[in-house]
């Protein structure tokens, strides 16, 4: 590794670090700003028994306090604190547990996406203004003019109502079904575009030219040029696409009802758990930052030509 990337890639850290940082005090002021708190929906609690909440999960010190001390844990120890709605439970154990459905919800629909998105975008160049090109086009545009929310809720209609084939809840190995469908069709038709377009500028340029004068074969033209040198933006688009996936399912996790850590996040904010909102605000956070920063790392892997600056 060279010294000019390895300064790359710790100046992109001290920004990752710069950016978690922003992410963590704007959140912890704005939730704190909104009127109301974590135990004003609690039933018949006398303003005694609130304040004597409020002082055991510090809520009563001053609000610079607060964050001064939130803000060691987090970097000392890692820890979020207690969830204030879920008593007895951390916020780390919830995040924990969400995650290992949403990481394998997103892994799944990421890796479908990427594929599918690949093979169909690669069809779709080479057969340009073709019918199978102009009827993927028209699909892929549809996919990605549909908000998630819509697309599931239609497959859910379809497949676990009308013709109850696969489970409407998410809880269960087949009930991901629905969810990692819905999650990849996005992402899928995106990659379509993006591999057809790419793969068609690659296929004009001059070495490919050159490269049929000299008569090598059109397997290792489309595979050993065409398609590996236009996978490029793809994997630049592949690590935000993993981190969008993931939390960007919020909403998908509420129509299946999986339990993942976007259900939780959106349970967190009706019931105002102010410490679960800010763990999986923080970990969605990172989570973003760093498939950024490995996908920039992947960027330069796959095109040495690539100067970081």
């Not at 704190?32 to 304040?51: L, Y």
């Not at 799944?108 to 203004?129: C, T, W």
């Not at 000299?214 to 994997?235: C, D, E, M, R």
Request: with cysteine; proline share 5%.
């Amino acid at each position: 590794m060279s010294s000019k990337t390895l300064l790359y890639i710790l100046k992109r850290i001290g920004l990752a670090i710069l950016t978690v940082w922003v992410v963590i005090t704007v959140t912890f002021f704005v939730m704190r700003a909104v009127p109301g708190g974590p135990f004003m929906s609690e039933k018949a609690v006398s303003p005694a028994a609130q304040a004597a909440l409020e002082a055991k999960y510090g809520l009563d010190k001053p609000l610079m306090e607060q964050y001064i001390t939130y803000l060691k844990d987090v970097v000392t120890k890692l820890d979020f604190g207690p969830s204030l709605k879920q008593r007895g439970r951390t916020v780390m154990a919830i995040i924990s547990d969400g995650m290992k459905t949403s990481a394998k919800l997103g892994i799944m629909a990421a890796f479908g996406a990427l594929a599918l998105g690949v093979v169909l975008g690669a069809i779709a160049a080479l057969q340009r203004n073709k019918f199978v090109d102009k009827v993927i086009m028209v699909i892929t545009t549809a996919f990605v003019s549909m908000p998630s929310f819509i697309m599931g809720s239609l497959l859910l209609v379809l497949f676990a109502v009308k013709l109850a084939v696969l489970p409407a809840n998410g809880s269960t190995a087949q009930g991901l079904i629905l969810p990692v469908i819905t999650l990849a069709l996005y992402p899928m038709a995106y990659i379509t575009r993006l591999t057809r377009s790419s793969m068609l500028d690659v296929l004009g340029q001059d070495y490919i030219r050159t490269a049929k004068a000299k008569g090598v074969s059109g397997g290792k033209i489309i595979f050993g040029h065409a398609l590996k040198n236009s996978l490029i933006p793809v994997i630049t688009y592949f690590g935000p696409m993993l981190a969008y996936i993931v939390t960007g399912s919020l909403v998908v996790e509420q129509i299946f009802a999986v339990p993942g850590i976007g259900r939780a996040f959106v349970s967190s904010i009706t019931n105002r758990d102010y410490p679960l909102i800010m763990g999986t605000t923080i970990v969605l956070a990172c989570l973003i930052v760093v498939m950024n920063l490995v996908s920039d790392i992947l960027y330069k892997v796959v095109d040495p030509r690539i100067n970081l600056e």
